[in-house]
């Protein structure tokens, strides 16, 4: 009797210190939409670098607007350098993962942009 009078004196003032307070305990769950946020703010930025880019700029140049690519390609045809960067510009999955059909590709031979297109149409074989 005299252990559950104790106790009932010494939980209750926690029980009324906590009154009207929230406790979190499942972290935070907004963790998902900052990611998505992020990459939308990521994707407009590309587009908008893409954007000012003009055919015949140079690979460096490109480089410099837009940073690392997300994906690369070097590869030699015909005694032509060919460079292709794929850069995320639009989400098709929201899985996280970047793919190449997210992507807008850049063309460069021999270090001169030739041509952008969708990632995901970008083919080796089709003689760009």
Do not use: W
Request: proline letters at 1%.
């Amino acid at each position: 009797m005299k252990k559950t009078s104790l106790s009932l004196l010494l939980a209750a003032p926690l029980l009324l210190g906590l009154s009207g307070c929230v406790v979190s305990v499942g972290g935070d769950r907004d963790e998902g939409y900052h990611i998505s946020s992020d990459y939308a703010e990521r994707e407009y930025d590309n587009r908008q670098a893409i954007a000012r880019l003009a055919l015949g700029s140079g690979f460096t140049h490109a480089l410099n607007s837009l940073g690392v690519a997300d994906f690369n390609e070097t590869y030699m045809d015909n005694e032509k350098k060919i460079q292709v960067l794929y850069y995320r510009t639009h989400r098709t999955k929201e899985d996280g993962m970047t793919t190449k059909d997210e992507c807008t590709y850049l063309y460069f031979v021999d270090g001169l942009l030739k041509e952008t297109g969708n990632g995901g149409e970008f083919s080796r074989n089709l003689g760009h």
